[in-house]
């Protein structure tokens, strides 16, 4: 089972109120969901995920919780659609903690793992897009070069993506055991578990998943979407993420300014968020000793003040 990140710092940060709304963009296996749901009376929960399984844990585990709770199959992307459905006008906070659940990398039949054998793909939603087999058969050889180096943080990323998709030309990567082995290759490592398979891994997914736009829009909308003093909550593990949320947080946390014409100040629009974090917060000793997935983990948060 998937072990809350930063669950404490999160909770304490989201300032519950019992009869607020509160929406958890990432309900993973409903481990953040149940906190926030322990806290509310008269409140609502709206948890999402756009990986139908994960939807269906968080939805088995909410049912054990004496809470208003609802679970949405769903892209965070897609925020602002989902609570207008829902008749939502704001809500008091959002959560996402982003990236893949310890769920997903431990089934094997996802192909997330380069420890597990299994056709590679790596959709968090499997009825959406093109799975990573599909997605090398497809990508622009430069579009590649780029994704291994911002999304794996890759040295020489134009020789590794030269000779992975030679590769792929000449013996098809299929399987999880297909990239691994076609990674080891390149670094011509006999035994263990090289580092740049799993930054390989990592850059695939999220270029798959196009995990970084989604990011964009939702933290975006989840930030528009807040009541006066609601608290957005963001969870990232790569440093590409975490930029995204602290850009964001950042270019509402100041004044702006409005220009006539001519470059003259027309109006100052006060800020709207105020930054709660000025430096991300990181796991405790403790909890990097207890779960060292939580070992990329960075929390950023805010306030709507405007
Ligand atoms: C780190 S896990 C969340 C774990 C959860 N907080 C818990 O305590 O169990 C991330 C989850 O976010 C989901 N996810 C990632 N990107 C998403 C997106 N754009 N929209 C909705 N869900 C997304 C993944 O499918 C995964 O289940």
């Known amino acids: 089972m998937h072990v809350p990140v930063l669950a404490r710092e999160a909770i304490e940060l989201l300032c519950i109120r019992g009869d607020g709304v509160y929406v958890d963009c990432t309900a993973g ?10 806290q509310l009376d008269s409140g609502r929960l709206i ?13 088995a585990r909410l049912a054990k919780v004496d809470a208003h709770a609802e679970v949405i199959h769903a892209n965070y992307a897609e925020l602002a659609r989902v609570l207008a459905d829902l008749g939502i006008e704001s809500v008091n906070g959002v959560l996402i903690d982003a990236g893949v659940s310890s769920m997903q990398l431990d089934e094997a039949h996802r192909g997330f793992s380069f420890q597990k054998d299994a056709p590679l793909d790596m959709r968090m939603d499997r009825s959406q897009g093109l799975s990573a087999t599909e997605y090398l058969d497809s990508v622009d050889p430069d ?14 990323a134009r020789g590794v993506a030269g000779k992975l998709l030679a590769r792929h030309g000449s013996d098809p990567i299929r399987t999880t055991q ?35 736009r989604g990011l964009e829009l939702g933290v975006a909308q989840a930030l528009d979407s807040l009541a ?4 957005f909550v963001a969870i990232t593990f790569h440093s590409g993420e975490d930029r995204i949320v602290k850009n964001l947080i950042r270019g509402l946390s100041k004044p702006s300014r ?7 100040v027309k109006e100052t629009v006060p800020a709207r968020m105020r930054n709660l974090t ?29």
């Open 278 to 306: 000025r430096k991300p917060i990181l796991p405790s000793v403790e909890e990097l000793q207890q779960n060292p997935r939580s070992h990329s983990a960075k929390l950023r948060a805010a306030e709507r003040i405007h």
């Open 143 to 156: 579009e590649f070069v780029r994704i291994l180096r911002d999304y794996g943080d890759l040295p020489r």
């Open 47 to 59: 948890a999402l995920d756009r990986d139908p399984e994960a939807v269906e844990t968080t939805r």
């Open 228 to 231: 006066m003093e609601g608290r």
């Open 178 to 212: 297909d990239l691994a082995e076609a990674v080891s290759e390149i670094f011509s490592f006999v035994d263990g578990e090289p580092e740049e398979v799993r930054k390989i891994f990592q850059a695939i997914r999220i270029a798959v998943n196009d995990e970084l």
């Open 258 to 264: 409005i220009l006539h014409p001519d470059g003259r």
């Open 29 to 38: 296996a409903g481990g953040h969901s149940a906190l926030i749901a322990e």
